[in-house]
């Protein structure tokens, strides 16, 4: 059992930056996908960012060159730093890992982004 808890959510202005956080327990973090997902009211949950065990990236279409994922196994910890947010980035953002068919999710964290 992998237990994920997200920490960095809050409110910011448009044009702001937040870096949200997951620290994951256990001993396999570095050999999990990491991946963060977001879902806003009445929409469906969506990727965000995704980070494989080498370190390969992928992206949505609205995070890329906004958004920067990464990992630091010796921590146990993602990351997901957002620049240049918007108000449509407003979501609460979750944090996944994947082993195989094996998958965990987090609580999630609340990102407002408002004026």
């Known amino acids: 059992q992998v237990q994920l808890v997200e920490s960095g959510g809050g409110v910011v202005q448009p044009g702001g930056s937040l870096r949200l956080s997951c620290a994951a327990s256990?001993?396999?973090?570095?050999?999990?996908?990491m991946g963060w997902y977001r879902q806003a009211p009445g929409k469906q949950r969506e990727l965000v960012a995704r980070i494989t065990p080498r370190n390969s990236t992928n992206y949505a279409e609205f995070a890329k060159g906004r958004f920067t994922i990464s990992r630091d196994n010796a921590k146990n910890t993602v990351y997901l730093q957002m620049n240049s947010l918007k108000p449509e980035d407003t979501a609460v953002y979750s944090c996944?890992?994947?082993?195989?068919?094996?998958?965990?999710w987090g609580q999630g964290t609340q990102v407002t982004v408002s004026s």
């Open positions: 256990g001993s396999l973090f570095s050999i999990f996908t």
């Open positions: 996944n890992a994947v082993l195989g068919l094996v998958g965990y």
